[in-house]
C-alpha cells in the first residue's frame, strides 16, 4: 500500500528524522493560510501517490502567500502526468504547504527488500534528487549498500559508514549515523517494503532534513496496522484494483487486451507470458488463490469484463486444491446475470476438470475450450483480432 508523502513525514518524524514543517491543503484559501502560518516562503507539492511530480509541474516555490495561493490554484485539479503515472495522469486532490528550505546539497537515501540475499539493505547516494534506477544504470559506484542482518539488526557502524560515504562532515555526520539507524528501526516496525528520501539535503548550517519521504507498506501485515490502514487513499488507486480488493482477489490492471483469471501467481505469470508470445498482451494479472468457491470467480469474473480495454477473456485454472467444477460453476452463473460481449477461452485441467467441463458444455453458453495452454493462448489471440 502506498501513501503521500505528508503522511509518510509524519511517520518519520515519529521516529526522529527530521522533516520540514508543513500543512495539507484541499483549497487555494487553505493553501494561502498555511503559507501565512509557515512565513510566506513556501514550496506547493502536489499529493498524489507518484515520483517525478516536479518535472509534471506539480511542485511550485512560492515567494508569499499570495504566490501560495495561486500555486495551489494551478496545481489542485489537474491531470498530473509523470513518469509513474501513465500517459493518463493523476488527479490532484491535495497540495502540501511546506516551508521553503536552505539547500547546499541534495543526497539519497532508501531501505529496500533485496530479494537476491532476502535481506533489507539500506541505500545511499551523494547523486541525490535522481531517480536512482538512473543513477545505477548510468553511474553504479555512487551507489552505498549496508545489509541489515535480522538477527541484530542495522549496526551503528554501518550507519556511520553511510554517512561517512554520504560526505557528511561534522553536525551533519553525526545527524546522519542517527537519520539512519531512526530509518531503519521505522521500517521495521512498520513492516514497510520501500522507504525513500530522495532528496535528503545538507543545508547551509549543516543540518539534515528530509525533503521528500516515500513510503510503501507490505499489504500482508497491514492486517497488523489498523493505524496505517487508515491513511490508505482509495481516490489514488484503479477503481477495478479497489473493487478486487474488497473480495480478497489478487488483481493488478494492466494495459492489454485479454483479461486473465488464473489461479496461483506462478501459472497467472506463465500465462501473461504465452499470451505475449502469441501476439496480444494481458489486460489484467488476476489470481483467484487456491481456495476458490463460486462467489469468488464470480466477483473475479464480473471485474474481468468490467475493463473497456478487455477484448477477450481467457480462464486457464489448474485444479490442485481448487476445483475446476466450482470454477465452472462460477463462471455460468457470472454469465447469467452479466450481459457479456467479449469471447471467452477456457482451460481447466486437474482436479474435477471432467465434471467443470460437463457443467460448462450444459450450461447453453458460448466459449471456446481448449486443452493445451498454447493452444488456448492462440484462440484468445485469434478472438482478439477478430473482436
Not at 167 to 188: H, Q, T, V, Y
Not at 267 to 273: H, I, K, R, S, Y
Not at 296 to 316: H, M, P, Q, Y
Request: hydrophobic share 45%; net charge negative.
Amino acid at each position: 500500500m502506498k501513501i503521500h508523502e505528508f503522511q509518510a513525514k509524519e511517520i518519520l518524524q515519529k521516529f526522529g528524522v527530521p522533516v520540514p514543517s508543513g500543512k495539507v491543503a484541499t483549497s487555494p484559501s487553505d493553501a494561502r493560510s498555511a503559507a501565512e502560518e509557515l512565513g510566506g516562503k513556501v514550496v506547493v507539492k502536489a499529493q498524489i501517490h507518484a515520483g517525478g511530480r516536479g518535472k509534471g509541474g506539480g511542485v511550485k516555490l512560492a515567494g508569499d502567500a499570495g504566490e501560495a495561493e495561486q500555486h495551489a490554484s494551478d496545481i489542485l485539479g489537474m491531470q498530473l502526468v509523470t513518469h509513474q503515472t501513465g500517459p493518463e495522469g493523476q488527479k490532484v486532490k491535495q497540495v502540501l504547504i511546506e516551508e521553503a528550505t536552505d539547500i547546499d546539497r541534495e543526497l539519497y537515501l532508501g531501505i529496500v527488500l533485496d530479494r537476491a540475499t532476502s535481506k533489507l539493505v539500506v541505500m545511499a547516494s551523494q547523486a541525490g534528487g535522481m531517480d536512482i534506477e538512473q543513477v545505477a544504470a548510468e553511474t553504479p559506484e555512487k551507489i552505498l549498500k549496508e545489509t541489515i542482518d535480522p538477527a541484530v539488526g542495522l549496526q551503528p557502524f554501518q550507519a556511520r559508514r553511510l554517512a561517512f560515504g554520504m560526505g557528511l562532515e561534522g553536525d551533519a555526520f553525526k545527524e546522519g549515523g542517527r537519520l539512519i539507524m531512526a530509518l531503519a528501526k521505522a521500517f521495521e516496525a512498520t513492516d514497510s517494503s520501500l522507504f525513500e528520501i530522495n532528496p535528503l539535503v545538507v543545508t547551509g548550517d549543516n543540518h539534515l532534513i528530509a525533503l521528500d519521504a516515500k513510503i510503501n507498506f507490505d499489504d500482508n501485515a497491514l492486517y497488523l496496522h489498523k493505524d496505517l490502514q487508515e491513511l490508505r487513499d482509495l481516490d489514488e488507486e484503479a477503481a477495478l484494483e479497489v473493487e478486487a480488493s474488497k473480495y480478497e482477489l489478487n488483481y493488478i490492471k494492466l494495459d492489454g487486451e485479454v483479461g486473465c483469471m488464473v489461479n496461483g501467481a506462478g501459472l497467472a505469470m506463465a500465462t501473461m507470458d504465452i499470451i505475449q508470445y502469441a501476439g496480444s498482451s494481458p489486460a489484467n494479472f488476476l489470481d483467484v488463490g487456491g481456495g476458490t468457491n463460486v462467489e469468488r470467480v464470480r466477483n473475479a469474473f464480473r471485474i474481468l469484463i468490467s475493463d473497456e480495454d478487455v477484448k477477450a477473456v481467457f480462464i486457464n485454472i489448474f485444479g490442485g486444491i481448487v476445483r475446476c467444477d466450482r470454477v465452472a460453476q462460477g463462471v455460468v452463473e457470472a454469465l447469467g446475470d452479466l450481459e457479456v460481449n467479449v469471447p471467452i477461452i477456457i482451460r481447466l485441467q486437474g482436479t474435477n476438470a471432467p465434471e467443470g467441463a460437463t457443467i460448462l458444455k450444459e450450461s447453453g453458453l458460448e466459449f471456446t475450450v481448449a486443452m493445451e495452454l498454447k493452444e488456448a493462448a492462440g484462440a484468445v489471440v485469434e478472438a482478439v483480432k477478430a473482436a
